[in-house]
């Protein structure tokens, strides 16, 4: 696998793996930096958060820290891009594209589908990104790589935008979904500490019972099962750095 490093200040700032029949992404895996993967051809399946997205050519997906990653299978024929980018990174460039709706944008909906044409332009910012890396003596290539990133980031926030805004808008979503989904962003930061379905039904202001019924009815399983799940698979993911 193809790798390129961006680092500054004596850190490494952006990480691009070229993406040519394998990726490197072992599950599960708690999310700590900000990744991109950009999907030329092949399909990816990522089980996020407790939701699957199936990856086709000419996507995306969006990573964020906190995010976890129960499983990952794909064909052998992928092809594409593996961003990655520091906290330190990602925090510059939220500030200089601060906007809430789109953080609520991408943390409700990080897979996004593009045309042929689209996904070249995305192409084309990664291309120009990969060679001010190389070219350590351009004198501007600390500027330049950051402003070629924030238009790569920015694009694909315009169609997510495009495509989601009214969804994200309509704030008269079903009252049970809007529950489930609020029960699972919580187990993703909290069920190593919390096993009890009488602690996170008190943070969703709803009784245990009912908040057991919500998850049964569109999941098939109990809340429990869905915190043994998220604190095996956290555990699981530790155990895969001896130094925690």
């Given at each position: 696998?193809?790798?390129?490093?961006?680092?500054e200040?004596?850190q490494?700032?952006?990480?691009?793996?070229?993406i040519?029949?394998?990726?490197?992404?072992?599950?599960?895996?708690?999310?700590?930096?900000?990744?991109?993967?950009?999907?030329?051809?092949?399909?990816i399946?990522?089980?996020?958060?407790?939701?699957?997205?199936?990856?086709?050519?000419?996507?995306?997906?969006?990573?964020?820290?906190?995010?976890?990653?129960?499983?990952?299978?794909?064909?052998?024929?992928?092809?594409?891009?593996?961003?990655?980018?520091?906290?330190?990174?990602?925090?510059?460039?939220?500030?200089t594209?601060?906007?809430?709706?789109n953080?609520?944008?991408?943390?409700?909906?990080?897979?996004?589908k593009?045309?042929?044409?689209?996904?070249?332009?995305?192409?084309?910012?990664?291309?120009?990104?990969?060679?001010?890396?190389?070219?350590?003596?351009?004198?501007?290539?600390?500027?330049?790589?950051?402003?070629?990133?924030?238009?790569?980031?920015?694009?694909?926030?315009?169609?997510?935008?495009t495509?989601?805004q009214?969804?994200?808008?309509?704030?008269?979503?079903?009252?049970?979904?809007?529950?489930?989904?609020?029960?699972?962003?919580?187990?993703?930061?909290?069920?190593?500490?919390?096993?009890?379905?009488?602690?996170?039904?008190?943070?969703?202001?709803?009784?245990?019972?009912?908040?057991?019924?919500?998850?049964?009815?569109?999941?098939?399983?109990?809340?429990?099962?869905?915190?043994?799940?998220?604190?095996?698979?956290?555990?699981?993911?530790?155990?895969?750095?001896?130094?925690l």
């Open positions: 696998m193809v790798t390129h490093v961006f680092s200040y004596g490494t700032r952006i990480t691009i793996h070229e040519n029949g394998v990726i490197d992404l072992d599950t599960p895996l708690k999310v700590h930096n900000y990744h991109l993967i950009m999907l030329e051809s092949g399909s399946t990522v089980d996020l958060n407790f939701n699957l997205y199936e990856m086709t050519e000419n996507s995306t997906l969006h990573l964020s820290s906190g995010d976890t990653i129960r499983k990952m299978t794909h064909s052998g024929d992928i092809k594409g891009h593996h961003l990655v980018f520091s906290p330190e990174f990602q925090n510059e460039m939220r500030t594209r601060k906007s809430p709706i953080l609520q944008l991408k943390k409700e909906f990080p897979y996004q593009f045309s042929d044409e689209e996904y070249s332009y995305l192409n084309i910012s990664v291309t120009k990104i990969i060679r001010y890396m190389e070219n350590t003596s351009h004198h501007y290539r600390s500027l330049v790589i950051k402003n070629e990133v924030l238009n790569l980031l920015l694009d694909i926030s315009d169609k997510r935008r495509e989601n009214i969804s994200a808008d309509q704030d008269v979503r079903n009252h049970n979904e809007t529950i489930r989904k609020r029960f699972r962003d919580l187990l993703n930061g909290y069920s190593s500490e919390h096993h009890q379905v009488s602690w996170y039904a008190d943070v969703l202001k709803i009784s245990p019972d009912y908040l057991s019924k919500i998850v049964r009815e569109y999941d098939g399983t109990s809340a429990s099962t869905w915190i043994h799940k998220s604190m095996i698979e956290t555990a699981e993911s530790l155990l895969k750095n001896p130094d």
